[in-house]
């Protein structure tokens, strides 16, 4: 992921269509509501993001902030030459 992800608008909206039977129409229902389909909000936080973005880098991402002098990059990639030493 770019850094030009994170700035994107952290809502998306998700609607659900109608049920329908198997011949293809609408299923009738019981009730005499004639209501929208539900919709759904979801909203994920700007710490939650970032998170996602550090689990998601690849090894050259890491490897990159760690030469620009990320210290929790430079950990990683410590972590992981001490693992292949083993």
């Known amino acids: 992921m770019s850094i030009q ?6 809502t998306q909206s998700v ?13 009738t229902s019981k009730t005499t509501s004639t209501s929208s389909p539900a919709s759904y909000t979801v909203s994920i936080s700007g710490a ?3 998170a996602l973005l550090e689990a998601t880098e690849t090894s ?18 410590a972590k992981e030459q001490a693992s292949k030493a083993l």
């Open 5 to 10: 992800a994170v700035g994107q608008n952290s």
């Open 15 to 27: 609607t659900t269509p109608p049920s329908q039977s198997a011949g293809g129409t609408p299923s």
């Open 48 to 50: 939650a993001r970032a």
């Open 60 to 77: 050259v991402q890491t490897a990159q902030e760690a030469n620009r002098g990320d210290l929790q990059a430079k950990r990683l990639l």
